[in-house]
């Protein structure tokens, strides 16, 4: 193990730079391309500047690192020969599903090789009996739901944007469903993994879908949220729920953020079993009535959604009555039909660029903080009054169910000195989340932009440990390099 670890701490620090013909980071030689494109075939590898810079960046601020090539694997033993040649070759590689990210993850830090997964994108079993689903990485959370559309089934795990399924168990994803049906954490099964010297490991074991086990180490728990620097998912084996029979979509609008918040604590104690339930400050309504054209008040606001039968349904909307009513919340403004319910969630999906237009031009940089359910009001009123007092433009959303929240910061990308006060406002907040015993990362990951507070939040130990398994898995730190530790 100690020699694993030295080899790794030195390829980590020093990486290979073999592959650069010219010793310039990113540049692949002529041979090696070549190599990559007798693996997957040419019209599948790209050296083009437009293509490596469309996948050297995500949605976030990090700014753009291009790879030095592009490839796109049309099938798993395709994936396997990439990541034995780039092993052998001491090359990067970078994992890319749908690139929208918010923490720089595809990045190419130290150049390298992306490997774009979306050619792989074949549903490829259904177990309707036993509630789950096998999918290959190219597969988006809105192509399943389409394709389980008869079933009775769907996967209610709902990050807004239209991200791949691996990319989500890559970042650990939720979004708004998950106070109700988990995160990906809980919705993953069973994983095939590509590691980073080519070898093919399926998590808990070649086809197995049970939903729960005692066999050994949770291999499949350490690959979510591993954000391409462990090895490639390849496929991964999805739990389904039961579509819900009915639902009611909601807002309610309220006399300040602290009395929103206490509503959403009152109501997760009294057992509601809302489904969705997301608050929004005033200047996010604000912003979110002008991009999406509703017409709700400008006070800190839940949207909130009840799943259920209809009797069900009923009793929880009568319940969440009478606890916002006791909160001074306004009366709830429904959305019973279909096409209403999408139109309002649409508006809350489309908060992130909502809050752009608020200043056409600039970048956005969200927070991701989650705390405990009791320490969400002190947290959520104290960033409101350092927000205002900041000067900056933000907005807040979030998911407040599970104590988790985003400041949505847009800043002009050309001001340096706004950028640092930004990433001073992020990481003062991540601080307060870790002295309320919570997180810096609810949903987003660590990516670029967290490393430090990672520390903070595991300690030496923990930071030990995590680099020691790094190391046992990718001892020459080729899998997505510079991410996370
Ligand atoms: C408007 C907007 C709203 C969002 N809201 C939410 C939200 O509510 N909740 C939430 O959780 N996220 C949210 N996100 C962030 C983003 O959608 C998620 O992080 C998503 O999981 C990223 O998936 P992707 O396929 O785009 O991954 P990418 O951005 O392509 O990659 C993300 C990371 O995963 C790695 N990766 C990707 N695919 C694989 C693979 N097959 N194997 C190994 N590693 C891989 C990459 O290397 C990278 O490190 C939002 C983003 C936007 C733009």
């Not at 949770?218 to 739990?239: K, M, P, Q, Y």
């Not at 919340?329 to 649409?346: P, V, Y």
């Not at 009054?385 to 979030?398: C, F, M, N, P, Q």
Request: charged share 20%; hydrophobic share 40%.
């Amino acid at each position: 193990m100690a020699s694993l670890l030295r080899a790794a701490g030195t390829w980590g620090l020093f990486p290979w730079r073999g592959y650069c013909s010219r010793g310039t980071q990113g540049e692949l030689g002529k041979g090696f391309v070549e190599a990559l494109k007798a693996v997957v075939g040419s019209p599948h590898v790209s050296t083009a500047a437009a293509d490596c810079e469309q996948h050297g960046h995500d949605e976030s601020i990090h700014r753009c690192q291009p790879p030095g090539a592009v490839v796109w694997p049309q099938n798993v033993e395709q994936v396997s020969r990439l990541a034995a040649l780039c092993y052998s070759e001491g090359v990067p590689i970078i994992p890319f599903g749908t690139g929208t990210g918010l923490e720089g993850g595809v990045c190419a830090v130290q150049g390298g090789v992306c490997v774009n997964l979306t050619h792989m994108d074949r549903i490829l079993k259904l177990n309707p009996e036993d509630f789950s689903v096998v999918v290959e990485p190219g597969v988006t959370r809105k192509v399943l739901n389409t394709y389980l559309r008869d079933s009775g089934l769907w996967f209610p795990v709902d990050p807004g944007a239209d991200a791949s399924l691996c990319g989500m168990v890559a970042t650990a994803a939720s979004g708004t469903n998950a106070v109700r049906y988990g995160t990906m954490r809980d919705n993953v099964l069973n994983l095939e993994v590509v590691l980073p010297d080519g070898r093919l490991l399926h998590t808990a074991g070649l086809g197995r879908h049970f939903r729960k086990s005692a066999a050994g180490y949770n291999l499949t728990g350490l690959f979510v949220g591993s954000e391409g620097t462990l090895g490639l998912i390849t496929a991964a084996t999805l739990r389904l729920h039961p579509a819900p029979e009915a639902m009611v979509a909601a807002t309610c609008a309220f006399p300040s953020v602290q009395a929103a918040v206490d509503t959403t604590v009152h109501i997760l104690q009294a057992a509601v079993p809302v489904a969705r339930i997301e608050f929004l400050d005033e200047v996010m309504m604000d912003a979110c009535n002008r991009h999406s054209q509703l017409n709700c008040s400008v006070a800190p606001t839940l949207f909130l959604e009840f799943h259920g039968s209809e009797r069900a349904l009923a009793e929880q909307i009568e319940q969440a009555e009478e606890i916002t009513q006791h909160n001074g919340g306004s009366h709830f403004c429904w959305a019973k039909e279909a096409e209403e319910r999408s139109r309002l969630w649409a508006a809350r999906h489309n908060a992130w660029y909502a809050a752009l237009a608020l200043r056409p031009g600039c970048k956005g940089y969200s927070t991701d903080v989650c705390v405990p359910i009791s320490r969400l009001p002190e947290i959520l009123v104290q960033t409101k009054e350092d927000l205002k007092a900041s000067g900056l433009t933000g907005t807040i959303v979030g998911h407040v169910g599970d104590g988790n929240f985003h400041c949505i910061l847009v800043v002009d990308p050309e001001d340096p000195e706004e950028l640092d006060r930004v990433k001073a406002f992020g990481k003062q907040l991540g601080r307060r989340a870790l002295a309320l015993h919570g997180t810096c990362t609810g949903e987003h990951g660590i990516g670029l932009g967290k490393q430090q507070l990672l520390q903070e939040e595991v300690g030496a130990v923990g930071m030990e440990t995590m680099r020691q398994l790094k190391a046992m898995l990718d001892p020459r730190g080729l899998m997505n390099p510079g991410k996370v530790l």
